[in-house]
């Protein structure tokens, strides 16, 4: 709380007050029971979501009349500020009685709502809000202590503080049951009043921004930036129907709390309640009462909302048989009289909560969730969000709802579940526990709003912007894409490097074969080419490496890059290229891949030797060699390269580069510290590996038994689990750190996993498998490397690939499968030359990358 005894204080903050849109007040009377009672204190809130009095300012003007002047003159005769007090008529006596403009009084808005309706002892601040409101050591003592008496004791200033925060609280539930419309336009947080987040490091967050930013972290940015819409809708989905339903779900909730003839309904015994005749009496009380007026008034404005107002009706349908549903289950443990009242609790829906982040910064979020109930069977509280359509990412919305669980809990100490309705087109319900999101989601959320932060600091146009959503799929219906690919851009390749000087050349490594190939001349070819096309550029250099050569040019004044990337097909016929080039801009240059004519092979053995690497040492696997010479390569432990997805059609070197990978990982690990786990239903892919240490069990073929070695793996990942929280460690690494028996890594590669999705329980059982392993097996030690020729939508769905965070790409068949593997609009990878060449995508940035190729399988 502020409390304001100087003068210039008190002046400087009715100045601040004076721009608000809504206060609510309170005062203290000194000599109250006097002949001459004297105005102690002017107790204002501005920020109607507080909850504690930390931004309540408390003006201390006994004996100030000239302030206690200046207060009505620059608030209380204002007509464009809404004072709310309880008592009105006792507080105008003080602050400029019949002066005083735009007043409203919450004692008055109980009055005609009647304390029988609102199920309440009487109509008292303090009654309305214990009762009303449910806080909670609502402290009354307070009021008849000696307000003329100074210095007041904290206890007397904490009293004044709340009863402001009491007041906005009841004020906000009276008017959502009389008024739900005022309420939005009234209860807005006022910009000049900062106390609650002067202190945090980081601007504050919304809970539905978190789950934007699951699903997609440049849609967070430009949401975050520009209040840009942010939603991802399923084709077909019906729009504009999600602020009604809202509303007419919670007129639903209010009116079954108040109408006895709800009540009525459930007196029976609870064996005698029959859920579907209930149902059908409820869902035409609630038509009669709220959704038949809703709807006539609806029309009377716009004649088109009745087919809009129609399939709210059917999503309310399958909501209200969900609520009834739960009232006959609590039925059996509570009377009639109370169980709708014990079922649906109207706590303050609007939340918050200050998160300590893994740097030791705080962020804090707030929200707004839908309902709060209570289930007697499991004796457990359960935050609902409802949803007016199918969500194309369960798991963000998991995330959200997992939130205001774990904020709920924070508040009230209990377990708190979660639960999804999605109710269009038909009902679903996706429900989690505690339990469950205890040791999974809710650790992830400190981690998650960190990297929102970071995503934040970034502007354009300089590097490494916020990733793309790993879901490929969400960006066909981004309602930002258009934006999206012309604010991020679309880096194809390398990370942008400073352009060359004029002349200057790249060194390519020593390892890659002498091309014979003069890269200065291909590069003169091409600019020549490009004049003929009225094109002027400027030559930069060239880089040679092992399949194409990179020539950098820079467009001269007044050429579009555009004017390059349209001429892939007219350079590869004058140039006489095999393949068209990829053409991509750069910081400060345009790439042009040209293929080489003497194609050179990067081979195994000059990047790889023979190693043995403790248990403890970081486990790489090979990916390819760089335009430069370099071997990248993934590290298994990264979340972002812990689980990866491999994408290449007939003739790309798929199976050459899974083969080369494997042998990566043999190379520098025993058969101790690492276990292989091969799926190779083709027969042709593994042969050389069939008899060596290394397997976890012998090379897997046909589907019966991939589905059982799936299964396998999940039960020695929880297996793992439970051995690491016997020994106190997180990870498999501080396992092995401490442990005298370490244990090994495995690693699983599937290849061709297309081959086993055409039947369905086996898909299912697979998908659920890959789900389980994706989410939590890093950790473990568990790793899936999933490789297909067909890598299409119906086979790599958003299940497998929101769990495989690495992304190669080999050459596809087409457009579509390049956007399955790399995710976006990104299609480079139908263009790619085959037989090594590919794409490997590690957060937002994308290498072209020529894969190992071992001609000796050594074991």
Known sequence: MHYLKEATEIIDVISQLATAKTLWLDTEIAHCYTSNPQLSLIQVLAEPTDRTGASAYILDVLNKHDLVEYFINQIMVQPNIQKVFHNAGFDLKYLGKKLANNITCTYELARKITHKRLQTTNLKLKTLAAELCHFSDVDATEQASDWGKRPLSQKQLKYAAMDTVYLAAVHRRLLEISNPGAVSQIFIINNFSK?????????????????????????????????????????????????????????????????????????????????????????????????????????????EQGKTLLQVWNGLQGLIKRFVELLVINR????????????????????????????????????????????????????????????????????QVSLYSYMLHHHKKVPVDSAVYCVLPEFKEYRYSWEQLENTVNQLIPHKLLQMQQWLTWESPHPNPPPRTTQPHLCEICP??????TFFGDAIFDPPQPPLKKGEKESVDTKIAEPTTNADDMGQ?????????????????????????????????????????????????QLGLADKPLIAPQAGYVSIDLPRSDRQVANFTDYIQKQNLSPTAPMKIAIGVSLEGKLLEADLSDPNSCHFLIGGTTGSGKSEFLRSLLLSLLYRHTPQNLKVALVDPKRVTFPEFERMAWLHSPVVKDSDRATELMEELVLEMESRYQQ???????DLTTYNQRSHQPLPRIVCIFDEYADFMAEKEIRKTLEQSIKRLGAMARAAGIHLIIATQRPEAGIVTPIIRSNLPGRVALRTASEGDSKIVLGGTETSAAYLLGKGDLLYQIGPQLHRLQSLFAQQIQI
């Open 195 to 303: 106390q609650l987040t002067e202190d945090m490091e980081n601007p504050s967050l919304s809970v539905t921004k978190v789950r934007i930013a699951f699903e997609c972290p440049r849609l967070f940015y430009l949401n975050h930036k520009f209040g840009d819409k942010a939603i991802f809708l399923p084709p077909d989905t019906a729009i504009g129907i999600g602020n009604p339903f809202h509303q007419l779900a919670d007129k639903f909730i209010k009116l079954a709390l108040i109408e006895p003839q709800f009540t009525d309904l459930f007196k029976p015994a609870a064996a005698q309640l029959n859920i579907e005749s209930i149902t059908s009496a409820v869902q035409q009380l609630f038509y009669q009462l709220e959704f038949f007026p809703y709807l006539q008034q609806a029309i009377q404005k716009d004649g």
């Open 332 to 399: 059996r443990y509570c009377s009639a009289d109370k169980l709708i009242s014990n079922t649906f609790l109207s706590t303050e829906r609007n939340i918050e909560n200050y998160f300590t982040l893994p740097d030791g910064t705080k962020q804090l979020v707030r929200g707004e969730f839908d309902c709060l109930v209570f289930n007697f069977e499991i004796n457990r509280l359960c935050v609902v969000e409802f949803k007016t359509y199918q969500p194309v990412d369960p798991a963000a919305q998991l995330a």
């Open 480 to 485: 930002q894409k258009q934006k999206c690919g």
């Open 525 to 573: 070819a091409l600019v020549n080419t490009l004049q003929s096309f009225n094109v002027g550029v400027e030559y930069l250099g060239a880089a040679v490496g092992p399949a194409f050569i990179r020539v950098k040019l820079k467009p001269n004044l007044g050429v579009k890059v555009s004017a390059l990337l349209r001429l892939s097909n007219d350079l590869q016929v």
């Open 724 to 730: 690491f929280e016997k020994a106190g460690c997180a």
